[in-house]
């Protein structure tokens, strides 16, 4: 995964929890530089259960485009609602908020 490890980018926190990272590891099982945006993420200490991801914006807007591909693809509800959550705290990270 070393080859997808940004150098020398203005890098950006995002912060996602155990579900979350779950359904972007099944989702990028094929996609290796996404999945190493995911891999990536280390335990938050001041959020519980959280990890916070560092990465570049590209590497953010490539996943938020991944989500609405996901989004899309999908009749249920409560997953709609956990990708929607996802590119809401996607266009925060990529805000630098």
Known sequence: MSPFV????????WA????ERRVLLDAT???????????????????????????????LNA??????ELTDA???RRRIELLDGLRMT???AMDGF
């Open 6 to 13: 940004p150098h020398q980018q203005k890098l950006r926190v």
């Open 16 to 19: 996602i929890d155990d579900e």
């Open 29 to 59: 099982t094929h996609i290796p530089e996404l999945r190493a945006v995911v891999s990536r993420g280390s335990p938050a200490v001041d959020l519980e259960q959280a990890l916070m991801l560092q990465a570049t914006v590209d590497e």
């Open 63 to 68: 996943i938020y485009t991944r989500v609405e």
């Open 74 to 76: 999908t009749r249920s």
């Open 90 to 92: 996607l266009c925060s």
